[in-house]
């Protein structure tokens, strides 16, 4: 049996009434039930440990004495030097704070951790804390008002804290189904704002057990005296710290009130528990079959020459890029590269039809917009065209047009339909999805397609999230769309006939959407955070946005790859005028019909 040389930091005979009169024997039996005689222990040997000459620090010697082990992902996120908070969500209790702060430690010297007043007694503990109250009163707040100051100047001074934000040990939730953090504080977010410090977020997995839960939920006020036994619970497994993308000052600032950023932290936070691994349901490569040749360039350029000037839209002369609008019909040999570029361009992002080209029964009827590199005598990019009239006073009616194929279009919102062009099928060729001039250039081409077609004021069609996002990525998406962009008027208007079920975040962390997720740069951030290649949301969904597009129905193409399909929808009427100069022209005047 381990024996204490020194004063124990924590004695239960000073801890129960009448305690000194309790027999050795039956203390020690306590003491190890409720893990403190293994806390006693350790600190024991960390401090034998120093006086033997270590210069180990104490979370390096507590992690090693008390068997704490884990793996750690990210440590290159945190920032070598400059003030920083790192926040984690508190799955265990004391654990935590002990790995929390020998991860910290192998990155920078200056390093405080913010804990409660039970750790206060830790003495090895004491240079490195920040002690509040988490348990209320006045004396509480006297002492977290300290806190706060300390925090403040320690961050100004161009150092790195330590922050559980919910203060104490996750426990058991009935509306969730699962152990979930406390509230988190938002005076930790006053502090953030404040001091511009740069935000990391990291997340511990695992939580306490079922003993500490059911106490927990029983009698949640004496949860605290059962975290030490916890401990001995905690050195019989391997744990995993995963530390994410650092949140700069300009991210952290697009929030408007400390409540936000409070959700926003720990959004990012909790985000950092999903697999990151994205999840496309795309077929196996071997059951696809081989793209078709290219066109031949020649006779491409042939078809381009003897269009009709009126097809001519825009062009980028330094970029020698050129947009046309065409019927199929008069472009035959082009139709068959745009087919084999569709299908190159999606296969690539985890989409394609997995046929030899990508050519459907609506290419027919459709107008399509070619962007043509005149240089290379090449397709560059281009977008497909429907005028909604046309199509539904033709004698395909509603099943001439595309999106009507995956979503119930009501008779309210088809009459607003009536007086739009549906767009889509969408792409740029990889070769030339870097070039700041192609997506400028084929959005130039819509915008003077829509000043020659005066009589249409909507635009709309399907943005598409490929598998080539996490499932992660593409539920905080929709999340964030059907949060903050929905349609008001029409949004009950369309139906997906196969709905994104089974996409969702957890419960607790949809929770913090509406609230901690209203900026674009913010999902932006985020998505590029959880993808393993830095990717953020598509280019194209930034492009409606920018338009002012909202959202009217989100559907699942299990035929296109297992795609979220965004049906979204932009009014011209309420797009700003520095859009419509850039895009439409200085005189374009949308119909107001």
Not at 37 to 47: C, G, Q, R, Y
Not at 69 to 87: A, F, Q, S
Not at 277 to 282: D, G, P
Not at 418 to 446: N, V
Request: net charge positive.
């Amino acid at each position: 049996m381990s024996v204490i040389k020194r004063q124990k930091i924590t004695d239960l005979t000073e801890l129960v009434r009448g305690g000194k009169h309790l027999p050795k024997w039956l203390v020690l039996w306590a003491e190890k039930r409720l893990g403190l005689h293994a806390l006693n222990v350790a600190h024991d040997k960390i401090e034998n440990d120093w006086e033997a000459g270590s210069t180990e620090n104490f979370f390096a010697l507590a992690c090693k004495h008390l068997n704490l082990r884990y793996d750690v992902e990210g440590l290159e996120n945190i920032p070598k030097e400059g003030p920083c908070v790192i926040t984690s969500n508190h799955p265990h209790g004391m654990s935590d704070g002990i790995m929390f702060g020998d991860i910290a430690m192998k990155v920078r010297s200056d390093v405080k951790i913010v804990v409660n007043e039970f750790l206060h007694h830790v003495r090895g503990m004491r240079p490195y804390q920040i002690t509040v109250d988490v348990y209320g009163g006045e004396a509480a707040k006297r002492a977290n008002m300290a806190g706060m100051k300390e925090m403040l100047k320690w961050l100004k001074e161009g150092h790195c804290l330590l922050v559980f934000p919910s203060g104490s040990a996750a426990t058991w939730s009935w509306k969730d189904r699962r152990v979930v953090d406390d509230p988190w504080q938002v005076n930790i977010s006053a502090v953030i704002r404040k001091t511009g410090a740069t935000v990391v977020p990291m997340h511990f997995s695992g939580s306490n057990g079922v003993f500490f839960q059911t106490v927990s939920v029983l009698a949640k006020g004496i949860r605290s005296n059962f975290l030490a036994r916890e401990i001995l619970r905690d050195g019989k497994t391997r744990h995993k710290a995963t530390i994410g993308k650092p949140i700069a000052p300009s991210i952290v600032a697009a929030t408007e009130t400390n409540e936000e950023l409070s959700d926003f932290l720990r959004l990012n936070t909790m985000a950092l528990r999903y697999p990151q691994n994205a999840a496309t349901t795309t077929a196996p490569t071997d059951s696809r079959e081989s793209i078709a040749p290219s066109s031949d360039a020649a006779a491409m350029q042939a078809e381009i020459d003897a269009l009709p000037a009126e097809c001519y839209c825009a062009g980028n002369e330094r970029a020698h890029l050129h947009v046309y609008a065409a019927d199929a019909a008069q472009i035959p040999h082009i139709m068959h590269e745009i087919g084999v570029q569709r299908e190159h361009t999606f296969r690539a992002v985890g989409e394609g039809t997995g046929k030899a080209i990508d050519l459907d029964e609506y290419d027919p009827h459709y107008v399509h917009l070619i962007m043509w590199d005149s240089a290379k005598k090449c397709l560059a990019g281009a977008y497909r065209i429907g005028r909604t009239d046309v199509i539904l006073d033709s004698p395909k009616g509603i099943k001439g047009i595309y999106n009507a194929a995956f979503f119930e279009f009501k008779p309210k919102l088809l009459q607003v339909l009536r007086k739009g062009i549906e767009m889509g099928r969408a792409f740029i060729c990889p070769a030339y999805q870097r070039h700041p001039a192609s997506l400028d250039t084929l959005w130039m081409g819509i915008g003077h397609y829509l000043y020659k077609h005066r009589e249409y004021r909507y635009m709309y069609g399907t943005v598409s999230i490929s598998g080539d996002y996490t499932p992660a990525s593409r539920a905080l998406i929709l999340s964030y769309l059907r949060n903050h962009c929905m349609q008001p008027e029409l949004h009950t208007e369309a139906r997906a006939y196969f709905p994104p079920k089974a996409l969702a975040l957890l419960s607790e962390d949809e929770r913090l959407v509406p609230q901690g997720l209203k900026d674009l740069r913010q999902l932006c951030h985020m998505v590029t955070a959880l993808e393993a290649d830095g990717k953020s949301i598509p280019v194209l969904l930034r492009q409606y946005l920018r338009l002012g597009g909202q959202m009217l129905s989100f559907g699942i193409d299990k035929d296109f790859g297992g795609t979220l399909d965004c049906l979204v929808l932009v009014d011209m009427c309420k797009a700003s005028a520095r859009i419509h100069k850039h895009f439409c022209g200085a005189d374009y005047i949308p119909p107001n019909i």
